[in-house]
Structure formats: C-alpha cells, structure tokens
C-alpha cells in the first residue's frame, strides 16, 4: 500500500503530464495540419495525426527558394546579433557588479532610466536614418546591443559568486579580464546559456524592426518573408499542378500557415536541447571548499 509522499508524487506526475499535454496538443495539432490535404482541413478532421499525407504546403513555400535565403538572412541575424548581446552584456554586468567600482551606484541608475524611459520609435528611426545604417544589419544590432534587464540578472549571477575564488586568483597575479574568461565564465554557464536562448530567441523573431529599417527584399528575415508569402495567400485556395498543367491537390491558407509556423520554429527547437543540460547543472556545487 502506498503511503502518503507516494500518492502525492504521483498526482504530481499526472497534474505535470496533463499540462505537458495540454502545453504539446497545440505544437502537434500545427504539424498535423501542415501535412494535411485541404479538404481534410476545410472538414475539420486533422487533430493530432495527418489526414491523407502530403507535402504541397511546404512545396509550395519553398518552390521559388526565397524562403532559403530568408532563413540564412535570419541565422546571419540571430548569430552574430546574440553573440555581440552576450559579449556587451558580460562586459557590462560584470564590472558593475563590483563594489569598488567608482560612479557604480550612478551608473547603474543612468541604465535603469533607459529601462524605464525610452526615445520612441521616431526619435530612433531618425537616429537610425542619419547614421546611415537603413537597409543594414548593424541597424538593427547597434541599438539592441545590450537588453538591460538580461543585464541587471547577469549582473546579480555574478554578485552572487563566492569572492574567494576572485581572491585566490588574483593572490596568483591573475588580472580581472583572466579572472572573468578562466573563473567566473566557466561557473556562469547556467545564465549564460539562459540568456543565450533569450537573445537567440527574439532575433530569430525579430519581425517589426526587420519591416522598419531593412528595406531591401534579400535581407529580409525569415519571419517576414514568411509573413509576405502568407499575405500573398488570400483566402482563396491555391492549386499545384503536375508537369502537364493538371491540378493534382489544393493547398488551403490554413496549411500554408501551419507548414510556415513548423519552418520558423524549428531551428530554435533544435538548438534548445544543447542548452536545456546548463539550466539545471549545478555548475557552483564543490567550486569553494573549506
């Protein structure tokens, strides 16, 4: 018979499961849809399995190879965007999380204003506009270098490492850049890694500011080219034809956006498992004894 701690744990798995379910049927019933015929989805048969297996949805996004351009756009994007994020805000975070920093408490309330109180979208349009950075990346990257919020929580990971361990290395005659790349990088891989997914994240989704300053359409990112296909879509339903102008199947707006949320997705559902391990590795666990 099962005692008490038993039964709990076991609610506990099933309430967790229900909501994992719950949290999955959304993401499957999409990829479902994706891979439906039309006139499954118009009946609305598709649930959680494909009905009458087909691949026109994705053809059809990927026919004219736009779309590979517009995914390389956003991976130039997201990578080089995240890692001047992550290296500005380590920068940033980590003097400021010293004591003996002289001007800290000013600074750090000079960032906080700008977390509160911002230009607007004209201001920084203009600003964008005479450095001349329209139709280019950098502006994009140079205004969002740093999300001050991502830095307040590096900077209280960093507040929170053993000041023994910066101690002992700088009794050796380690300088504060040696102490921050061989000792606190190494032991901060859970924030890293965290905000890592954050940055990566919101510039592979990087939608509105993309539309404002890029202007050229092979620059375009992923989100919005993808955006632009399905405007191009309507409400009508689109006919696929075989090498002799025969229609062979229909591709209705519902399984072009399905097949359009699955491609934009699942890079970033690829590169969460190598991150997911440092969210709950206890990087800190045995690095001070005594």
């Given at each position: 018979?099962?005692?008490?701690?038993?039964?709990?744990r076991?609610?506990?798995?099933?309430?967790?499961?229900?909501?994992a379910?719950?949290?999955?049927?959304?993401?499957?019933?999409?990829?479902?849809?994706?891979?439906?015929s039309?006139?499954?989805?118009?009946?609305?048969?598709?649930?959680?399995?494909?009905?009458?297996?087909n691949l026109?949805?994705?053809h059809?996004?990927?026919?004219?190879?736009?779309?590979?351009?517009?995914m390389?756009?956003?991976?130039?994007?997201?990578?080089v965007?995240?890692?001047?994020?992550?290296?500005?805000?380590?920068?940033?975070?980590y003097?400021?999380?010293?004591r003996?920093l002289?001007?800290?408490?000013?600074?750090?309330?000079?960032?906080?204003?700008?977390?509160?109180?911002?230009?607007?979208?004209?201001p920084?349009?203009?600003l964008?506009?005479?450095?001349?950075?329209?139709?280019?990346?950098w502006?994009?990257?140079?205004p969002?270098l740093?999300?001050?919020?991502?830095?307040?929580?590096?900077?209280?990971?960093?507040?929170?490492?053993?000041?023994?361990?910066e101690?002992?290395?700088?009794?050796?005659?380690?300088?504060?850049?040696?102490?921050?790349?061989?000792?606190?990088?190494?032991?901060?891989?859970?924030?890293?890694?965290?905000?890592?997914?954050?940055?990566?994240?919101?510039?592979?989704?990087?939608?509105?500011?993309?539309?404002i300053?890029?202007?050229?359409?092979?620059k375009?990112s992923?989100?919005?080219?993808l955006?632009?296909?399905?405007q191009?879509?309507?409400?009508?339903?689109?006919?696929?034809?075989?090498?002799?102008?025969?229609?062979?199947?229909?591709?209705?707006?519902?399984?072009i956006?399905a097949?359009?949320?699955?491609?934009?997705?699942?890079?970033?559902?690829?590169?969460y498992?190598?991150?997911?391990?440092?969210?709950?590795?206890?990087?800190?666990?045995?690095?001070?004894?005594g």
């Amino acid at each position: 018979m099962m005692n008490s701690s038993s039964w709990f744990r076991w609610i506990n798995v099933f309430l967790l499961g229900c909501c994992a379910c719950a949290t999955l049927f959304p993401f499957i019933n999409v990829l479902a849809v994706s891979f439906s015929s039309s006139r499954a989805i118009n009946a609305g048969e598709v649930s959680v399995w494909p009905i009458d297996f087909n691949l026109s949805a994705y053809h059809n996004l990927i026919a004219d190879g736009q779309l590979f351009v517009a995914m390389k756009n956003s991976v130039v994007l997201t990578l080089v965007g995240t890692a001047l994020n992550m290296l500005f805000t380590v920068i940033a975070a980590y003097p400021l999380s010293k004591r003996r920093l002289k001007g800290r408490n000013a600074m750090l309330m000079a960032i906080l204003f700008t977390m509160l109180f911002g230009g607007g979208l004209i201001p920084n349009f203009l600003l964008i506009s005479m450095l001349g950075l329209i139709n280019s990346y950098w502006g994009l990257w140079l205004p969002s270098l740093i999300s001050v919020y991502n830095m307040f929580v590096m900077k209280s990971f960093f507040e929170g490492l053993p000041e023994e361990l910066e101690e002992s290395a700088a009794i050796d005659g380690a300088k504060d850049f040696t102490i921050l790349w061989k000792i606190i990088l190494p032991l901060s891989m859970p924030v890293i890694a965290a905000l890592t997914l954050f940055y990566a994240v919101g510039w592979w989704n990087s939608y509105f500011n993309v539309l404002i300053y890029i202007k050229s359409t092979d620059k375009l990112s992923l989100t919005v080219k993808l955006y632009q296909m399905l405007q191009n879509v309507g409400s009508e339903l689109l006919r696929t034809t075989n090498g002799e102008g025969v229609s062979e199947s229909t591709i209705t707006p519902e399984g072009i956006r399905a097949a359009s949320i699955i491609i934009a997705i699942l890079p970033i559902l690829g590169v969460y498992p190598f991150l997911q391990r440092h969210f709950v590795k206890g990087v800190l666990m045995g690095s001070v004894k005594g």
